[in-house]
DNA sequence: CCAAATCCCATTGACCCCCATATGGTCCCA
DNA sequence: TGGGACCATATGGGGGTCAATGGGATTTGG
C-alpha cells in the first residue's frame, strides 16, 4: 500500500514510547522514508507526520511569496518553529515527547489517523469527537459517497 | 449480476469471522474487486464497502477543493482515517474488527446490505428499525415505489 | 556521573493459511 | 412423487507467523 489509510490506537509504554501501527511502516518503507517530519497540524489539535518532502513542500510555497510578507513569515513560524525530525527505533517505536503530548493532550494511548500522504497523532477522545462532529456536519450538509 | 442486491445475515464465529454472502462474492468477482474499501457510513451506523476506485472517486472530489480548506480537511478526514482497506481469506470470510464493531454496535451477527456499487455492513436489529422507519416515512409522504 | 535514549531479547495475543464438518438446496432417476 | 446422490455455502477449529508490548542491558549526551 502506498498510502496512509485507517486508524489505530496504540499504548504508550512506562518509558514513553509507542509503536507505529505496522501497516504505516509498511507505507514508509515503500517511499523509503527513514526520517519524520512532525509539526502541530494547522487545524487540529494533533501532530501530523510525514516524510522531509512534506517539509520541502511548504518551504517551496514559502519560496513562491515575498520573503518578507505577513504570510511567509507566518508559515515559517508554523513549519520551523512548530516542526521537528524524528525517528523509530528498531521495534518501529517512536518516542512520545512533551512536544507531542503538550499540543494533542495525550497521556497513555495515541490514534494513529491515515491521511493519504501523512499520518496523524491524536489524544483518542479527541478523534473521535472531531471525527463524529466532521461526519455531522456532512450529514447536515447532505452529502453522499459518489 | 453486476451489482450488489438485497440483504442476509450471517453469523459471527469464535474468531470473530463473518461470512460474506456468496452473491456478494459473485460480484466482487465480476468487477474484479479483491480488496475492499470500508468506511464507516456518513449517514448511518454502518460500514459500506466497496472497490478501491470508490476512494479514488472521493479523492477526485478532495482534489477539486483547495487541499488547504477546512472542507477538504475535514473529508479526508471521514475518508482516510475513517476508511480502511481489508482482505476477505480463502472462504471468503471477513475479520470484524473493532473498528467494525465500535461504530456499528455489531456483536453475534452481521447484516450484509446490496446498495448497489457497494455494500454495507449493519447490525441486523439497528437495520430492521431503520429500514421499517424509512418505509413508514415514505408512506406518509405518499410515495411509491416508480 | 547521572538521566535519558537506544539496543536487544522475551512474551503475549491477534490474525491468517489450511483443512474438516454441517446444512440446506437441487437435480436425477426409479 | 419420493428418495437419494451431489454440490455449494456457511461454519468450526488447529497451528504457524507476526505485530504489539514489556523490560533488562548498554550507550549517549549534558
Known amino acids: 500500500m502506498n498510502r496512509f489509510l485507517s486508524h489505530a490506537t496504540n499504548r504508550i509504554d512506562a518509558k514513553g514510547r509507542v509503536s507505529v501501527p505496522s501497516s504505516f511502516r ?3 518503507a515503500t517511499l523509503d522514508i527513514r526520517e519524520l517530519y ?22 517551496r510555497q514559502i519560496a513562491g511569496e515575498d520573503p518578507f510578507s505577513p504570510q511567509a ?10 516542526g521537528v525530525f524524528m525517528k523509530l527505533d528498531q521495534e518501529g517505536r517512536l518516542m512520545v515527547t512533551d512536544f ?7 497521556t497513555n494511548e495515541v490514534t494513529f489517523v491515515g491521511r493519504a500522504d501523512h499520518f496523524q497523532l491524536w ?11 466532521a ?10 459517497p459518489g
Open 73 to 82: 513569515n507566518e508559515m515559517s513560524l508554523l513549519i520551523h518553529g512548530g
Open 123 to 133: 489524544a483518542p477522545q479527541v478523534f473521535q469527537e472531531t471525527q463524529a462532529a
Open 100 to 106: 507531542i503530548r503538550d499540543f494533542t493532550g495525550i
Open 26 to 28: 509498511g507505507v514508509l
Open 38 to 59: 512532525c509539526f502541530q497540524d494547522f487545524v487540529f489539535p494533533a501532530i501530523s507526520a510525514g516524510g522531509p518532502e512534506l517539509l520541502d513542500r511548504f518551504e
Open 135 to 144: 461526519r455531522q456536519e456532512r450529514r447536515l450538509r447532505g452529502l453522499r
